[in-house]
């Protein structure tokens, strides 16, 4: 299984991004995508997660409102539509992969990307 994510970068508050995530070497409809975050200093946070039909999902509070979570399973992609970005936004974004329901504990993830750095300027 290989997860690649992209769309990261520099932006200034208020701005947005769209990441992206591509997934190979697994089935689409039998996982759940989630995006997770990780700033310097701290542990993996989660974001949000979608289940493989698109039609559950769990949203973070602290992106509430502002980050959506979408996915296209005929690419095997997952999207994370991030608007309002914060400074606190600040943080290197990855891409996951389970099989196990909707979780929000990273330790429940079988698959991740790399990461992708987002940085939010004030």
């Known amino acids: 299984v290989h997860l690649v994510e992209s769309g990261g970068g520099l932006v200034q508050a208020g701005g947005s991004l769209r990441l992206s995530c591509a997934a190979s070497g697994l089935t689409a409809r039998t996982y759940s995508m989630g995006w997770f975050r990780q700033a310097p200093g701290k542990e993996r946070e989660f974001v949000a997660v979608l289940s493989w039909s698109g039609n559950s999902a769990r949203i973070a509070d602290s992106v509430k409102g502002r980050f959506t979570i979408s996915r296209d399973n005929a690419k095997n992609s997952v999207f994370l539509q991030m608007n309002s970005l914060k400074p606190e936004d600040t943080a290197v974004y990855y891409c996951?992969?389970?099989?196990?329901?909707?979780?929000?504990?990273?330790?429940?993830?079988?698959?991740w990307g790399q990461g992708t750095q987002v940085t939010v300027s004030s």
């Open positions: 996951a992969a389970t099989p196990n329901g909707l979780p929000t504990t990273p330790r429940l993830y079988d698959n």
